[in-house]
C-alpha cells in the first residue's frame, strides 16, 4: 500500500464562479466564498476549502490533490515518480499557499489527468457552517470524496496508479453498454484512507476532465434534502437515485457547473488496504441510477 492517504480536494476551471455559488450554497449546502481573482473556495467541513474554483477560458475539472500524512509520504511517493520517470513541478509559494500545505508538487498521469501531491494542511480550522442549514459531509480522513477520471490508454493508466502511485484495486467493471458494444473497463482505487474508492479509471474520453466527483453526507435524509433542492433550481440530472453495487453507496447524479458530473451519496463502505481482496461488479447498481436521464 502506498503513502497517499485521501483525495484532499480537487480543483476545477470556471468562467463564472458566481454559477458555483449558487451551485455550491443553495443545491450542495456548502459555504462558497468569491475570491478577488475570480474564482472560489467551497468550504465542507473544518479546512478553509474541498473544492477550488479558478478562473479561466473553460468551465472543467482540473486537477485532483492528494494528500500524504507526512513529509516522510510524500517523499516517498516523490521517490516512485521519479524512478517511474514522471516529470514533475515544484510548487510555488503561492501554490501553496493556495491549496494551504506545507509543500505541493504537480505532474500528470500516462492520460494526461493533472494532479497534485501535498502534505502538511496550513490553513484554518473554523467550523463548517452551512448557508442553508445542511448538516454536514463525510470528511476528515476520508478525504473530500473521490474522483472519475478519463483513462486512455487504460492499461498503462492502471498500472500507474497501482505500481507508482501506490492504490489498491477495491473493484473492476467491465461494462458493456449494450448488445455487442465494445466493453468499457472502469476499475475502482483505493488510498490508505480505506474509503472503497478515492479514485476509479474510466475507460473513456471525458472533455471537461472528470466523469464525475462524489461527495458523501452523513444521513439519507440529506440526500433527499438535496435531490429537492436540485429539482427546485432546475439543474440537469444525470442519474437517479439508486444504490451501486460495489460500494454500496445510495446516491444521485447532477451536472455541475464545471460540465461534470457530481455524485450526491451516503453510505458508502469502506474497505481495509491491507486485507482487502478485489471484487468484481456485476451491474452498475443493485436498483436505480437510471443514467438515461443525463441524455434526456
Known amino acids: 500500500m502506498g503513502d497517499i492517504q485521501r483525495l484532499a480536494y480537487t480543483v476545477a476551471q470556471t468562467t463564472d464562479a458566481a454559477k458555483w455559488k449558487h451551485f455550491g450554497e443553495q443545491v450542495l449546502g456548502m459555504a462558497v466564498t468569491l475570491t478577488p481573482d475570480g474564482g472560489a473556495r467551497i468550504k465542507m467541513d473544518r479546512r478553509d476549502f474541498r473544492i477550488a474554483i479558478e478562473q479561466g477560458a473553460e468551465d472543467r475539472y482540473l486537477v485532483s490533490g492528494w494528500e500524504t500524512a507526512d513529509h516522510i509520504g510524500f517523499e516517498s511517493t516523490l521517490a516512485a515518480l521519479r524512478k517511474a520517470g514522471v516529470e514533475i513541478t515544484e510548487g510555488s509559494d503561492e501554490l501553496r499557499a493556495a491549496r494551504c500545505m506545507d509543500r505541493v508538487v504537480r505532474f500528470r498521469d500516462p492520460a494526461g489527468n493533472a494532479h497534485e501531491l501535498g502534505y502538511g494542511y496550513t490553513g484554518g480550522q473554523q467550523n463548517f457552517v452551512s448557508p442553508i442549514g445542511h448538516t454536514g459531509f463525510k470528511t476528515g480522513i476520508y478525504g473530500v470524496g473521490h474522483t472519475v477520471l478519463p483513462a486512455i490508454p487504460f492499461d498503462a493508466t492502471l498500472a500507474f496508479y497501482k505500481d507508482v502511485l501506490g492504490f489498491g484495486l477495491s473493484d473492476v467493471f467491465n461494462f458493456q453498454p449494450g448488445p455487442g458494444a465494445p ?18 479509471l474510466a475507460e473513456m474520453p471525458m472533455p471537461s476532465g472528470c466523469v464525475h466527483m462524489m461527495v458523501e453526507v452523513n444521513s439519507m435524509t440529506e440526500v433527499g434534502l438535496a435531490q429537492d433542492r436540485a429539482t427546485k433550481h432546475g439543474v440537469k440530472f444525470m442519474a437517479t437515485l439508486g444504490e451501486h453495487e460495489n460500494d454500496r453507496m445510495t446516491s444521485f447524479y447532477i451536472m455541475t457547473p464545471g460540465n461534470f458530473a457530481l455524485e450526491y451519496g451516503f453510505g458508502g463502505i469502506s474497505v481495509d488496504p491491507k486485507t482487502w481482496t478485489t471484487t468484481e461488479t456485476k451491474q452498475v447498481s443493485i436498483w436505480g441510477h437510471d443514467f438515461s436521464v443525463g441524455y434526456r
Open 183 to 200: 466493453v468499457m473497463r472502469i476499475y475502482f482505487l483505493h488510498a490508505a484512507c480505506g474509503r472503497h474508492h478515492s479514485v476509479a
